[in-house]
């Protein structure tokens, strides 16, 4: 079965796109074939791999029934990463969604919100990856909603600081709500993430510690440091894995992605 996993947190800057990149990139240098979708117009991403952003290139043209997934795959300089950009037209996904739910009228209003499942139905079936990965944007709007409705795996990034479980339920409960109204029955928490995690500071023990009291073994046993050379990687256009392969965050990284792969049984 191909792991299609969300990588989603409605809290904005928790180390979501950081997760996708570099999980993606360690995962294919673990001989992996992943896929990792921009889903975030922000294109964080994209810039994060080396790419520009360019028209017409992300899947804003396939929500709106133009064309194909499989058209937009870019292949990256990275073992095992291919991509799918987003640029600046994916801030029209959001309304034009909302007017697709308005224009069904009396059909199915949340036919529309199948899209991105529909669109990677050829991708299931030609096996070509072992892996997509979906970053996010920062909400719970219809375009994450329509994420959640095509992944079978959720992966929550949380930042290690003050209150990081506040407002964690909205998505903990919309993914319930998926599975029990079974519109999405195979959506699965995978693993909640830890992510800048500061040494010198009992905070980030405490945090931790809170988070795995109320997550258990959904916590990943790995947690990533804050590390200035994961926050400089992107602006080189590099996963922190081919930006400085020695440093902790790599490290962190690359255990993470073993981690996963055992979560998700693709040992
Ligand atoms: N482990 C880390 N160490 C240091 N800085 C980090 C780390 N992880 C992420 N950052 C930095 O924190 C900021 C937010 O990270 P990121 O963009 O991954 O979060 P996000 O959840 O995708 O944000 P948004 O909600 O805006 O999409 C970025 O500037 C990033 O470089
Ligand atoms: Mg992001």
Known sequence: ????????NQKGGVGKTTTAVNLSACLGSLGKHVLLIDMDAQANCTSGLGFEKSPNESLYPVLLGEGILEEKIKETEY????????EFDLCAAEVELARMSFDAGTGDPDQHLNWLKDALKPIVKRRRFDVVMIDCPPSLGKLTLSVLIAANSLLIPLQCEYYPLEGIS??????????????????ELVGVLMTMFDSRTNLSRM?????????????????????????????????????????????????????????????
């Open 1 to 8: 079965m191909l792991r299609v996993i969300a990588i989603a």
């Open 79 to 86: 073992d095992g990463v291919s991509l799918i950009p987003s």
């Open 170 to 187: 909205s998505i903990t409960d919309l993914m319930e709500q998926l599975k029990t109204s079974k519109v999405n029955k195979n959506l």
């Open 207 to 267: 945090v931790v510690n809170e988070v795995r009291e109320h997550f258990g073994d959904k916590v990943f046993r790995t947690v990533i440091p804050r590390a200035t050379r994961v926050a400089e990687s992107p602006s080189h256009g590099k996963p922190i894995l081919y930006y400085d392969p020695y440093s902790a965050g790599s490290v962190a990284y690359e255990t993470a992605a073993g981690e996963l792969i055992n979560r998700l049984g693709l040992a």
